[in-house]
């Protein structure tokens, strides 16, 4: 059995997410999401989600591509694979080429792992979701 592996905080699930996470689950009998949690997001992007991770968590769990979710409680992929023991790892095409990901598929590939990079989902972002509520709550307010 091939098992998948991703991670992002879901906050504000949109288009982008779903795609990402049909294509993975395309590519392995089982998929693991870990959902990072409230102090993770906070400790890396310095605000809180809007949704609260228990939430998050049963968003991401309902979706029928999604066979496990669990805690992400840090970014560290290699521990993450000691833990889960995936045979591929999904991410966002942004971080292809970079050197920690560079680093990451070398340390990987002795475990016979591979990374699939998903190209991102075009002019849809949980940020720029949020940029937009925040615009329609201050029309709103004035």
Request: aromatic share 10%; charged share 30%.
């Amino acid at each position: 059995m091939k098992i998948g592996f991703t991670c992002s905080c879901f906050d504000l699930l949109h288009a982008g997410h779903i795609l990402m996470l049909k294509d993975a689950k395309e590519q392995c009998d089982y998929l693991i999401v870990g959902v990072s949690t409230d102090e993770l997001v906070k400790s890396y992007k310095n605000k809180e989600p809007i949704i609260p991770f228990k939430h998050r968590c049963e968003i991401v769990a309902a979706l029928n591509v999604v066979d496990e979710v669990i805690a992400q409680k840090n970014r560290n992929k290699i521990k993450q694979f000691q833990e889960i023991n995936y045979d591929v790892l999904f991410v966002g095409d942004d971080w292809k080429g970079s050197p920690i990901f560079n680093e990451l598929e070398a340390e990987l590939k002795d475990f016979n792992v591979e990374i699939k990079y998903f190209e991102y989902t075009k002019d849809v972002s949980s940020s720029k979701l949020k940029s937009i509520l925040q615009n329609i709550y201050n029309l709103e307010d004035a």
